[in-house]
């Protein structure tokens, strides 16, 4: 039998000195650890305790023995656990699966010439630019050309005679569509599925069969998907069928193009710029902005817009929802994946036509310190994760490539609307 004083020394009934941790085990050497009947009786145990006791770091110790126990190793290490070492014991994994929580496609706008003369050419165009500015129509067309001469109240010329670029500035207040957004927020919130682009491989060369059979290969070719392909696309066609209009326009403007029914911008002319194609940025992440997965179709355009599917006719049923949704293929060249360099091109989108959002020239990305600030700071507001919810359909986005960190900025007057709204405000 020990008394206080030998277990305050740490010497047994033997006179051999043992460790005390302060954290002995109630029960015998043999039994497996009763945690519930132990945190009731450790308060009022006999033994002098060698140090002084503190509830949540005896919590934690009780915690690792458990993890150890049923073989899930060390709670702090169960992230690395797996990369370093081995599950002999065929234990019940203890790291989350990967799941992603939210995500955002972004389809950059062409840029077609809607100019009064190329409209003239075409009836359709003509009707919807004979519409209000306020209408459908009217967004359509603005989304579909940055320069759109009759969205600024301005002549669309120089005194020279020479083209205005209009990158970064406003259209009329009345036309429903943000000049400085470099994606169109149609597409991307009506996105109901985007069949993905091919996944990255390689092809390999095998020898031919020798005298046993035997057989070598090595790889041959490259993994890049720098190829052409088909996606298919679905949309929510909301009220006013604005999704199989975007796509009739499109196919228009395209065609017309080729036969010389319109005549491209001199800008993409001179610089051999394909005026009729997209690309698609596709960004999932969690609540908080973290980037989980990355993929870029470099190069697309639509190739149909459904109306013959939309014109099928079945009078059995009193409400007609055939054109509820609609699908339209796309033709796409290239793919990428995880690439730091489409970030980065990303970013550039977004500074193109929203001038503010170009970084600060004291701006060092290569510094991990240093976070994005925006040349226009003084008017722009980085929202806070718990402000996100407020803010949906308001803002521009930029991506940290170095973080793999998607954050939204919106306008002073903007955050300061939208908070009064909330009651937040003055």
Same mark, same amino acid.
Request: with cysteine; proline share 8%.
């Given at each position: ?11 047994? +009934?033997? +006179?051999?000195? &043992? ?10 050497? #043999? ?16 033994? $002098? ?21 049923? +073989? ?13 070492? &081995? ?15 939210? %995500? ?33 129509d009217y967004s359509i067309l603005a989304a579909l050309d940055p320069d759109f001469e009759l969205g600024f109240p301005d002549s669309s010329r120089t005194k020279n005679g020479q083209q205005k670029s209009r990158f970064g500035t406003p259209f009329l207040p009345d036309i429903p569509f943000d000049n400085l957004q470099a994606f169109i927020p149609l597409l991307s919130t009506q996105l109901m599925s985007l069949s993905g682009p091919p996944d990255n491989s390689v092809e390999s060369w095998l020898s031919p069969e020798g005298l046993m059979r035997e057989q070598w290969g090595v790889p041959d070719s490259i993994d890049e998907v720098n190829y052409g392909y088909s996606s298919s696309l679905s949309f929510n066609?909301?009220? +006013? ?7 009739? *326009? ?9 036969? %010389?029914?319109? =005549? ?6 001179? /610089?051999?710029? *394909? ?13 908080? %902005? ?5 993929? *870029? ?31 339209? !293929? ?19 989108? $977004? ?8 970084? #600060? ?5 290569? #510094? ?13 507001? =980085?929202?806070?994760? /718990?402000?996100?919810? &407020?803010?949906?359909?308001?803002? &521009?986005?930029?991506? #940290? ?5 998607? !954050?939204?900025? $919106?306008? /002073? !007057? ?13």
């Amino acid at each position: 039998m020990k008394d206080n004083t030998d277990d305050a020394n740490n010497i047994d +009934g033997a +006179g051999t000195k &043992y460790f005390n941790d302060g954290f002995g085990n109630p029960n015998n050497a #043999d039994a497996v650890p009763d945690i519930g009947r132990y945190m009731e009786t450790r308060p009022f145990n006999n033994k $002098v305790i060698a140090t002084e006791y503190d509830f949540n770091t005896e919590l934690r110790a009780w915690n690792d023995r458990l993890s150890l126990i049923t +073989g899930q190793g060390l709670p702090q290490q169960r992230l690395s656990n797996a990369l370093m070492g &081995y599950n002999h014991r065929m234990a019940n994994t203890p790291v989350p699966l990967h799941r992603e929580y939210g %995500g955002v496609t972004f389809i950059t706008r062409p840029d077609f010439n809607l100019s009064e003369e190329n409209i003239s050419n075409s009836r359709r165009l003509s009707d919807m630019a004979s519409q209000p500015r306020s209408s459908l129509d009217y967004s359509i067309l603005a989304a579909l050309d940055p320069d759109f001469e009759l969205g600024f109240p301005d002549s669309s010329r120089t005194k020279n005679g020479q083209q205005k670029s209009r990158f970064g500035t406003p259209f009329l207040p009345d036309i429903p569509f943000d000049n400085l957004q470099a994606f169109i927020p149609l597409l991307s919130t009506q996105l109901m599925s985007l069949s993905g682009p091919p996944d990255n491989s390689v092809e390999s060369w095998l020898s031919p069969e020798g005298l046993m059979r035997e057989q070598w290969g090595v790889p041959d070719s490259i993994d890049e998907v720098n190829y052409g392909y088909s996606s298919s696309l679905s949309f929510n066609n909301t009220i +006013g069928d604005p999704i199989m209009k975007l796509a009739t *326009v499109w196919l228009e403007l395209m065609a017309g193009t080729k036969i %010389g029914k319109f =005549k491209p911008k001199i800008r993409n002319s001179i /610089q051999r710029r *394909v005026d009729f194609q997209s690309r698609a940025y596709t960004l999932r992440y969690d609540a908080l %902005g973290n980037i989980l997965r990355f993929k *870029v179709i470099c190069v697309m355009w639509p190739t149909n817009n459904n109306a013959g599917a939309m014109a099928n006719v079945d009078n059995t049923k009193p409400l007609q929802d055939i054109d509820s949704t609609i699908t339209l !293929s796309w033709q796409c060249i290239g793919a990428r994946y995880a690439d730091p360099a489409y970030m980065d091109s990303f970013n550039q989108s $977004v500074q193109l036509c929203n001038p503010d959002m170009m970084p #600060d020239p004291r701006y060092d990305p290569s #510094d991990p310190k240093n976070e994005f600030t925006p040349i226009g700071l003084g008017n722009l507001r =980085k929202l806070l994760p /718990q402000e996100l919810p &407020y803010f949906n359909y308001y803002g &521009y986005p930029h991506i #940290d490539s170095w973080r793999r960190k998607l !954050s939204w900025w $919106v306008y /002073q !007057s903007d955050w300061d609307h939208v908070m009064k709204k909330m009651g937040f405000g003055k």
